[in-house]
């Protein structure tokens, strides 16, 4: 919710911006209305560069992958910060549900880029059952780019629980099973 919020400011600053530095409008406000067309683009490609940040949402997954959380504490939390879609793009036939990360949301674990959410819980309607035998009562993770060893390394610093799965080459899966 919040990241909406801060969306929706930016956009109206950006747009309240753009009416000031456009020519007819800005004379008003004591910009020459000679100004040229290279200037107003120098000068709103400048502001886009400074907005950027605030325009993405980004999140640390780091904290919650230390396994101290539900699936459900962990993937309601993404789907409330507008970080990850709240229908499921794949369910595994074990009931792994597998969440995208949402246009705009920058999600890392550990340094890592993430590409996946992954989490189940059971009798939770917040996730769909697969048609095999659940991978348990509560588990999650995440899905990233990078080589199994040096995602294994940077968990294993982080002193987390988490165990780490190879994908497929240098796609790694970051993932907790309390169970």
């Known amino acids: 919710m919040q990241g909406a919020i801060i969306i929706g400011k930016v956009r109206a600053l950006a747009g309240l911006y753009l009416k ?19 200037t107003m683009k ?7 560069i400074a907005l950027l940040p605030a325009i ?18 962990f993937i309601g939390s993404l789907e409330q910060q507008y970080l990850i ?20 949301a920058d999600l890392t674990a550990y340094g890592f880029h993430v590409f996946a959410v992954v989490g189940f ?22 899905v990233v780019f990078g080589w199994m ?6 968990v294993t610093e982080a002193h987390s629980p988490a165990v780490v799965h190879k994908v497929a080459p ?6 907790c099973n309390p169970d």
């Open 170 to 175: 240098h796609i790694t899966a970051i993932f």
């Open 42 to 48: 120098r000068t709103l490609f400048a502001l886009f």
């Open 85 to 104: 879609d709240s229908t499921p793009t794949r369910v595994e036939p074990n009931s792994i549900n597998a969440f995208r990360p949402t246009s705009g």
């Open 20 to 38: 000031m530095l456009t020519c007819d409008v800005a004379s008003g406000f004591g910009v020459p209305a000679h100004c040229s067309d290279h």
């Open 149 to 154: 060893g040096s995602v294994q390394k940077a």
């Open 121 to 142: 819980q059971k009798d939770d309607p917040m996730f769909r059952t697969g048609d095999g035998k659940p991978i348990g009562d509560s588990a999650y993770g995440a």
């Open 56 to 73: 993405c949402a980004a999140a640390e997954l780091d904290e919650p992958l230390k396994c101290g959380v539900s699936a459900h504490e």
